[in-house]
């Protein structure tokens, strides 16, 4: 039986990250752990990922996905972007400080039982967060990528910052929810203060476990050209193109079918070989 576990921890500033752990009831207390983390402007429940946690459950992996304590959501409201200020006011920095504290909680026993170590599966911006939290993280063992980013700078246009820097807040249009949402001078004055260690590029060439990257040739927000970029940088690691897939793998949301779109049904059955044949 797919059991599906709701938690939720304290994130960066005090702001709450809502989560839930998919597992197949059968072998809950043996099986490894999967953190999936999402990108800009995602969230846990968004369109085909519960279906996408379901399959990773029954194929014998615990599989935890969160929404990042600033990404706009709240536990009340966890598909809606209710808390504008709050996704103003992310940054890289409480991201990571997130993605801490959620393999910290996957890996404590407190609510479930505990595995020695994780796999991360991130997309998009989740992706490079993921590749360099996988570089320096002894917890982390396998990494995925799923139509990652190979730099945070591509979030926005160039032309933007000078506007940015005048103003102190510039807004991205979201197309599904029809809102202007904002980004406060901070996120940039964070990736600029750490702009050595929020280099993709240069911890891709350091991750040294199992990685995964997958992306489609069809993808229109993040070029292929990435893919290339992060397997340039690391020789060990596999790549993986799906062709005529998209940046999402033919999904969307809201998603109403029950079956996986073909594409992303691809990534997920590679994905899910990938880390048997890395056991």
Do not use: C
């Not at 160039?158 to 197309?175: D, L």
């Not at 600029?192 to 993808?219: C, F, M, R, T």
């Amino acid at each position: 039986m797919i059991i599906k576990q709701a938690f939720t921890i304290q994130g960066s500033g005090g702001k709450p990250i809502l989560m839930d752990l998919t597992y197949n009831n059968s072998n809950k207390n043996t099986s490894p752990i999967v953190i999936f983390v999402h990108g800009f402007k995602g969230f846990k429940d968004w369109g085909t990922h519960d279906l996408v946690a379901d399959y990773f459950a029954e194929h014998g992996f615990r599989y935890l996905k969160f929404n990042f304590s600033h990404n706009g959501t709240t536990p009340e409201n966890p598909v809606d972007f209710v808390d504008l200020g709050a996704f103003g006011d992310n940054t890289f920095t409480k991201e990571f400080e997130d993605l801490d504290k959620v393999i910290l909680f996957a890996l404590s026993g407190d609510a479930f039982p505990a595995a020695e170590k994780v796999t991360l599966i991130g997309h998009s911006r989740g992706g490079g967060t993921a590749i360099i939290q996988a570089s320096k993280d002894d917890r982390v063992e396998r990494l995925i990528t799923w139509a990652a980013i190979a730099d945070f700078n591509s979030l926005w246009k160039k032309e933007q910052e000078a506007e940015w820097r005048e103003k102190g807040i510039i807004y991205t249009y979201n197309v599904r929810t029809k809102q202007n949402t904002p980004l406060k001078i901070d996120l940039l004055h964070d990736l600029e203060k750490h702009a050595n260690y929020y280099n993709i590029l240069k911890w891709a060439s350091q991750v040294s476990k199992p990685w995964l990257i997958i992306h489609g040739d069809e993808d229109q927000n993040v070029a292929i050209e990435e893919a290339y970029k992060l397997k340039k940088q690391n020789e060990h690691a596999e790549l993986v193109i799906i062709n005529g897939a998209n940046h999402v793998f033919g999904a969307s949301h809201p998603y109403i079918d029950e079956q996986l779109p073909i594409n992303l049904k691809a990534v997920v059955e590679k994905s899910v070989a990938f880390l048997n044949a890395s056991n």
